[in-house]
């Protein structure tokens, strides 16, 4: 289920189970000796790839379509065609406000 975390283990410092040397820690000081060990890492997911693409003529969507003019039967229809060439994606962009990422360890708040 889920489905949003990351499944590979050593690549992000807070998800895995490393190697315990010591059976006496809790889970919780685990983790936090994890988080100290990697002083550059954070918590906190600043950027995200964007589900926006722009089409030939610079116009930003989720998606495109053009008016397709269908003759069926004597009769003239238009129907609406979605465009999958020649889009490229926005790329990454920067969060207005800093989300915290899926695998971090601690509870926030118990009620």
Known sequence: MGGSGSKSKGFWPFSGSGSTDDPTKDGNEQSMARVRSFPSATPFVLTRR????????????????????????????????????????????KLDIPCIH???PVVLCEA
């Open 50 to 93: 964007s589900s926006l693409y722009f089409d030939e003529d610079g116009d930003l969507a989720h998606e495109f379509y053009e008016e397709a003019i269908v003759t069926k039967n004597g009769r003239k229809k238009a129907k609406l065609k979605r465009i999958q060439k020649n889009l490229t994606p926005q790329g990454i962009i």
């Open 102 to 104: 899926v695998d971090f």
